[in-house]
């Protein structure tokens, strides 16, 4: 609609315009503005058909190939409130992408679920009405190799060769729909929450992560099988197994080291203050106003309280060229040369909400910028989330269904041949996924069983493996990547390397229900 702007009540009715997303328009003249509304196409959700992609298991490129009644179909995000390309999401129209839906869930008094979805009366992100969660439609998969290719495939209805989900089976029945959390795991009178505006939990073990899922109302801490369909969602919806390339996450954060000499400790004392002085380095440079961070003489400090453990950075002034001052909230705190240091932690909860579109990302740099997928706030990056319900002991993969069998995955997983230095952990030829495994009785299960060998950050599978693999000591696995972990993060970064009661700063947790 064009309106003169000498008579703001007089609209010129130019009709009926079609717009394709790309298209320009203009209008001549100095009186007139243009204004134009849109709404979202009517388009019927398809329900029926198999989305699938393939991919070469001797091509190092990550970028797949369509097929099935995936052939032609294009996938989008939002970066802050403009779409990535001019295409709309075909995805958005198909089952079971389209019934993702964003929704608080509790437990009434008498036990039974209260779901108010996004854009309904009541719905709030504040975790007032409850858990903020990513409701997930049952879906049936299946996963082959064809002649050096392997395919990973999506129905919505049952197909030859295809299996509803692991996720969605328990021992009484095959369930309708999962939930997992839209937010990173927060701490609440003893309860493990999903919330909009809160700092995620870290520096809990697994064992103190299931007594707090104890409290928590049926809410449980995330399983393997559950991260492991919202992987299979996201390839066949985006086509890349190369998921930084489209989000990098949170994961060039920084991050406290246990050497004082570094740029992250203070070189002036001051007390009751807040701020800090450091030096103007390449590490101190990636702090940004916002940021999430704390004040510590050590990790051992650190605790999930608001105000003096979790702060956020107010300024970042520059002294001269060698010295920043990094103003923070918080209560004030004593800083001591080279022994108090800044380090960032993991970025509040709720930091895409405002992107108006179920995938997208803020418009922050390179490794400092948070996302979501369909909902589901920061799946890789910012921390490391532990997963229940499955363990490696002795290179081999052991997974407990939620229908309460217990498998075990029958291809050995790969092993680092040393106890990697900070160095050694860098290498791609020491951490890179070039292969998965096929195990042909337990084929939805997509672990590795090659790293090195020329995989890097950008080709083949893209992300980290890390098993330690000491002998008979039985490891739970962590998921994502946490912030410091750079271009290893990812949809199949995984790490078998600590016990179910190490407690480690960078490791968190999201909750699921089922």
């Not at 997303?21 to 003249?29: P, Y």
């Not at 920084?254 to 004082?260: N, V």
């Not at 790969?414 to 890179?432: E, T």
């Amino acid at each position: 609609m064009v309106k003169d702007k000498l008579n703001q009540n007089t609209p010129l009715d130019l009709g009926e315009i079609e717009f394709e997303a790309g298209k320009r328009i203009s209008v001549d003249g100095t009186n007139y503005q243009l204004e134009v509304s849109w709404e979202e196409g009517e388009r019927e959700t398809i329900r029926s058909g198999i989305y699938g992609v393939r991919w070469s298991l001797k091509d190092s490129n990550p970028i797949c190939e369509r097929v099935g009644d995936a052939k032609g179909l294009r996938f989008n995000y939002m970066i802050e409130d403009q779409f990535a390309s001019p295409y709309e999401n075909d995805f958005d129209y198909i089952y079971p992408w389209s019934d993702m839906k964003i929704c608080a869930v509790r437990f009434k008094k008498n036990g039974k679920r209260k779901v108010i979805y996004q854009g309904e009366e009541g719905f709030q992100l504040d975790g007032s009405v409850g858990n903020i969660m990513v409701e997930i439609p049952r879906f049936y998969t299946k996963r082959e190799i064809i002649d050096d290719y392997e395919y990973l495939w999506i129905s919505p209805t049952k197909q030859e060769g295809f299996k509803i989900d692991p996720a969605f089976v328990t021992e009484e029945k095959k369930l309708k729909r999962i939930y997992i959390g839209a937010y990173l795991s927060n701490i609440r009178k003893k309860q493990l929450r999903s919330m909009s505006n809160s700092f995620p939990l870290i520096k809990r073990s697994l064992v103190k992560l299931r007594e707090l899922a104890e409290n928590s109302n049926g809410f449980a801490v995330c399983d393997l099988l559950t991260i492991l369909a919202v992987q299979k969602l996201f390839i066949v919806e985006t086509a890349i197994l190369d998921s930084q390339s489209i989000f990098t996450g949170n994961v060039l954060l920084p991050y406290l080291l246990r050497d004082k000499s570094t740029s992250y400790y203070a070189i002036r004392s001051e007390m009751e203050t807040n701020r800090i002085f450091v030096v103007n380095s390449v590490m101190t440079r990636r702090f940004r106003v916002g940021d999430a961070v704390s004040i510590l003489n050590s990790w051992k400090e650190y605790k999930n309280k608001p105000g003096k453990y979790q702060r956020e950075i107010l300024e970042i002034n520059p002294v001269d060229d060698k010295t920043f001052e990094i103003v923070f909230s918080g209560e004030p705190v004593d800083i001591i040369e080279r022994e108090t240091g800044i380090t960032c932690i993991p970025c509040k909860n709720g930091e895409t909400d405002h992107i108006p579109y179920r995938t997208g990302c803020i418009a922050g740099h390179s490794g400092h910028a948070s996302f979501k997928y369909r909902g589901i706030e920061n799946l890789w990056g910012n921390v490391s989330i532990l997963l229940d319900k499955a363990y490696v002991k002795n290179s081999t993969l052991y997974i407990e269904y939620p229908n309460g069998k217990t498998k075990k995955i029958n291809y050995p997983l790969p092993v680092q041949k040393v106890q990697l230095s900070l160095k050694q952990f860098g290498d791609p030829h020491n951490m890179i996924v070039k292969r998965m495994g096929y195990d042909k009785k337990n084929s939805l299960i997509m672990f590795p069983c090659e790293i090195g060998n020329g995989a890097t950050t950008s080709s083949y599978y893209c992300d980290s493996w890390y098993n330690l693999a000491e002998k008979d000591v039985t490891y739970i696995l962590t998921y994502g990547g946490a912030w410091d972990n750079k271009g290893y993060a990812g949809i199949f970064n995984f790490r078998a390397t600590f016990t179910e009661r190490k407690t480690i700063p960078y490791n968190g947790a999201r909750i699921i229900l089922r």
